[in-house]
């Protein structure tokens, strides 16, 4: 079956083979792509991306727990001793050294993810070695800006992106 | 045939394997080095389209499933939810939809190309015995599938399917009451559905894997109907028939994805566009086309259990044409008169698809006096008399047309196939 | 090989001839069900029909315009929320709009911390508000007659024809000219092409249409000449509206019609550029063999 005319011009040959496995593999590669994205959030997720909360009944000392994107959100109005406490902890004793203002845009007001940085659990309120939040999975230990001060966990808890809208009025996400 | 494993691993990762699990030189001579009649025409390429379509189905179909919820009261919405808010979403359920008709088109194609070049004749009995389960296994999967999106056409589909199930003597009624979960088609009905759609694909994969077990060991039929003897009747499955299947792949995309994308609703229903309702049967009840052909033979018979025994003795007998058709010579070519009785089974299925969907009570193309019952009892009586009379009579009787000698004479002339050998044994030689 | 290729031609002929008598019989069942001296229902020519269709923007904020004003005090859009307003392929509202329209109304939330339900205005991410409770609700109101759900009507009563298979008609063209036709085929009295195929024809408490099957609807007609005010200054005949919300159906049914079509011109360029590299390898490679 082998015949010499078709040895004349192996350039053309290949250079047609080529193109072709390389337009196929192309056409393939794109075509994978929708199988891949539509695991991606949908557009029904992407509408809840934000929520509002009103902290109005939320009292000095008080904590309140709501759900954004399926995870827990801490909203603590904190105690001026907790503040100051917050302040007081020198750079050089953190983990992930941040400021109690970076934490908090305003003082009374900490708003973080509930979410352990270590595996994902949630920590407990007013607890720990620390008296901020204690993850009861794997002994962290974070303070009362919620930092992480102590056991696994290598980062403090996310702060998520977050504005008021009022004094009594938050918009997460 | 089986000898022809020429794979021979090369790397000493491969010899490793190969002494292990030779699951490479398996997959090299089915694919690669297997000899395959050189002079298979374009009808051949439908097996391959099948298998691609058969992945495009599971595929999507996983993907789907990601984002589907079996529960009557959500089933609608979620997948109302696919089209709209899912990323990609309305092109993977239209691909799955419209996949599903093409699948059928392909396998259609695939038996009656079987059925014209006898295919089904000795030794290859067991493949087409194979193909028909995967064909009735492919019915069970489609109209599962179809209830998935609990549609009115979904619902009451389901219902009158199910309802065939009452004909069985003694137990139909459990029957029925079993296939529900419950008295009616309901949650329950649907959720186990599901469950089997997913189920049944893998099962398919399965029984193709057989399939192509099943052609490996005789190798395919051709056009002529005789036997590859020697090695100039044959080329190798790589690159010849690897790239005119691929050719034809993408030829039967283009079709697939021209539904796809600008006429995607064309073969569904649009009764399927209204949530199932227990309480309100549609006016018309008409299942996916590819019953059609099936219902219009249930209808047809005036009899409950006789047409429900009439329906599924249509796809059965399907499973014993090899023992039916009593003819030596495989292909049609050979055989004129089976050629013109073929064509009129062929178009007689098309009529019988047209049945399936039209008012039995109107008028056959408007003439008064012949309703569309009566044409389809007719259409209906030559579904079966095609299998059961001429068949087996008509290789009696037939006077066949002279086979060539080989394929290699047919189509090389006698000195071009002497020429051919004396080549291919100096090729031979050298090695 | 001579004979192969004129057996392949004469069973693609017989095949061809055979789907063409099928065709045609079906097209022929299809033309009998009609009385005389009926109108012909209009084939409206739609700028979103055809391959290349998209919509028109400031139609369907219109017809958004009429639903809202007209269609929605009887029936709800369940699949629709007021955030697809504003996506690509739609009216394409900005989202501010889309914040303001879907504030007009409000949804029943919570329960808050005390457990309580209370009442919220619409954000985007809701639905747009159902006129009833529920069915039974619906059917109460309307004399036993559920008004259908919008959000897919215009898939639900498409007529598939064999044309429609050409040209990407889509299908979606049988379900708009319905819909078009039958917003504007009501009749105030009976027509005679009904009187004189059928004298005893009651017409009870439904309205004439002339479009409906059986003649006779249980909603009356929905649009008169100015039910709404546009504020594109287009002035609201009664076809202009029924062609506005005819096309806002067609979207609510199909949002992602632009984007499906649009792609689907690539893939398919693709695909026959690809079929013809393939074809010229299939040559290469049996080149010299005979077949």
Known sequence: MADASKLDKPGRRDFLYIATGAFGALGVGIGVWPLIDQM???ASVKALASIEVDISSVGEGESITVSWRGKPVFIRHRTAAEIQAAIDVPMSELKDPETDAQRAERPEWLIMVGVCTHLGCIPLGEAGEYDGWF??????????????RKGPAP????????EFLSDTKIKIG | MSGHATYVPKSDAGKWLEKRL???SLMHSAAVSMPNPRNLNYWWVFGGIAMFMLIVQIVTGIVLAMHYTPQADMAFNSVEHIMRDVNWGWLLRYTHAN????????????????MYYGSYKAPREVLWLLGMLIYFLMMATGFMGYVLPWGQMSFWGATVITNFFEVVPFIGDDIRILLWGGFAVDNPTLNRFFSLHYLLPFVIVAVVVL????LHVPGSNNPLGVEAKTKQDTLSFHPYFTMKDLYGIVLFAIILFYFVFFNPNFMGHPDNYIPANPLVTPAHIVPEWYYLPFYAILRAIPDKAMGVAGMFGAILIMFVVPWLDTSKVRSAKFRPAYRIFFWIFVFNGLLLGYFGQVSTTDNFLGIDGITNLIVSRFSTFYYFAFFVVVLPLLGLIEKTKPLPNSISEAVLGEEGAAEEAADLAAVDAKA | MNNLSQNITSVIRKTALALLIATSVTGAAFAASKVEGAPEAEHVDWSWAGVFGTFDRAQLQRGYQVYKEVCASCHSMDLVKFRNLSDAGGPEFSEAAVKALAAEY?????????GEMFMRPRLPKDAM?????????????????LPPDLSLIAKARGHYSFKDLFMGRDGLTGGSNYIYNLLVGYEDEVPEYITNADAHFELGDSNFNNFFDGYKIAMSQPLYEDSVTYTDGTVATLEQQSLDVTSFLIWAAEPKMEERKSIGIKVLLYLIILAGLMYAVKRRIWENIKH
């Open chain 3, 129 to 145: 508000p159902a006129p009833f409770a529920n069915n039974n609700a619906a059917k109460a109101s309307n004399g036993g007659a």
């Open chain 1, 135 to 148: 993850c009861p999975c794997h002994n962290s230990a974070y303070d009362t800006a919620g930092r992480i």
């Open chain 3, 106 to 114: 409000e949804i029943e939330d919570g329960p808050d911390v005390e």
């Open chain 1, 40 to 42: 991606n959030p949908d």
């Open chain 2, 211 to 214: 399939h192509i077990w099943a």
């Open chain 2, 22 to 24: 030779p699951i490479i």
């Open chain 1, 155 to 162: 980062l403090n808890m996310e702060i998520p992106a977050y």
């Open chain 2, 99 to 114: 996949g599903a008709s093409m699948f059928f088109i392909a396998v259609y194609i695939h038996i009656l190309r079987g």
